[in-house]
């Protein structure tokens, strides 16, 4: 009898171990993956700093965290309103928390367009593995943004035709005193520049050719100043032809001096 039974124990021991060997891996597999629940995103949340008093034009922040028991990658689709842009998404890299969970958060700009009531709403985060997972949505966040130069509490609109009303008086008196400043100084810039215009000596034909004769004198002797003949370009060139002006140019600025022929041109067009 022992030995029959040895025998067909010695036949099933290779049956018992590779049993036990495909148990002992079927184990590994399924603790080396993760259970759903592992993959699952436990919480999600927004926040807005609603105490603020908007208006139109601010730029707002609104952070949203993901939490999860294992380190995911996700995705956010942010949630919107047709008057708040967005501007922009920052991602920050994934950490954990004190309780050993993992978060993805993200922070995302808005500017607002308008004032009333805003809901930003219709936002979601998935897995980035697989995008047509069962998506997180996030709760709406609402809140107010005012008229610019109010405060009010709703989103009734701003009210300045009283005001307008009641100030209308002193916005025509500002515009009258504007207006008149204005004509004041006009006059008097006009009777001063009408004084300086009288007060310039008029140069005549004559006071042209004595100039002319004394650079064409300096030139000859050779101790011409060349500030006097700048100044003779620049207070006359309208009277002088184009070769002149270009002989002028040549003896202030060249290291050639066309004295000769500069002296027989003032000579011809000033003095004789």
């Not at 936002?123 to 709406?140: C, R, T, Y």
Request: net charge negative; proline share 6%.
């Amino acid at each position: 009898m022992k030995q029959e039974a040895r025998s067909v124990f010695m036949h099933l021991k290779p049956a018992f171990i590779s049993a036990i060997f495909a148990l002992v891996l079927t184990s590994l597999a399924f603790s080396d993956t993760p259970s759903r629940d592992d993959n699952a995103i436990l919480n999600v949340e927004s926040r807005l700093d609603t105490s603020r008093s908007y208006v139109p034009g601010n730029i707002i922040e609104l952070a949203v965290i993901a939490t999860g028991r294992s380190y995911l990658d996700l995705s956010l689709q942010p949630p919107v309103h047709p008057h708040a842009r967005l501007l922009e998404i920052q991602p920050f890299p994934i950490n954990q928390n004190e309780e050993g969970l993992f978060q993805n958060q993200w922070i995302v700009l808005y500017q607002i367009g308008r004032s009333g009531s805003l809901v930003l709403e219709g936002g979601s985060i998935v897995l980035s593995a697989e995008p047509k997972s069962e998506a997180k949505i996030l709760p709406e966040i609402s809140f107010n943004a005012a008229p610019i130069g109010k405060d009010p509490i709703g989103d009734s609109p701003e009210s300045w035709v009283d005001e307008a009303s009641s100030n209308g008086f002193l916005d025509f008196f500002g515009i009258v005193a504007l207006v008149a400043i204005g004509i004041t100084v006009y006059l008097n810039f006009h009777y001063f520049s009408s004084r300086r215009i009288k007060r310039m000596p008029e140069r005549s034909e004559t006071s042209v050719q004595a100039i002319a004769c004394q650079l064409q004198e300096g030139l000859e002797k050779g101790d011409f100043k060349p500030e006097v003949l700048e100044r003779f370009l620049l207070d006359y060139q309208s009277k002088c032809s184009d070769r002149l002006v270009a002989l002028i140019e040549a003896t202030l600025y060249s290291r050639k001096l066309p004295i000769d022929e500069l002296t027989r041109h003032l000579k011809k067009e000033f003095t004789e």
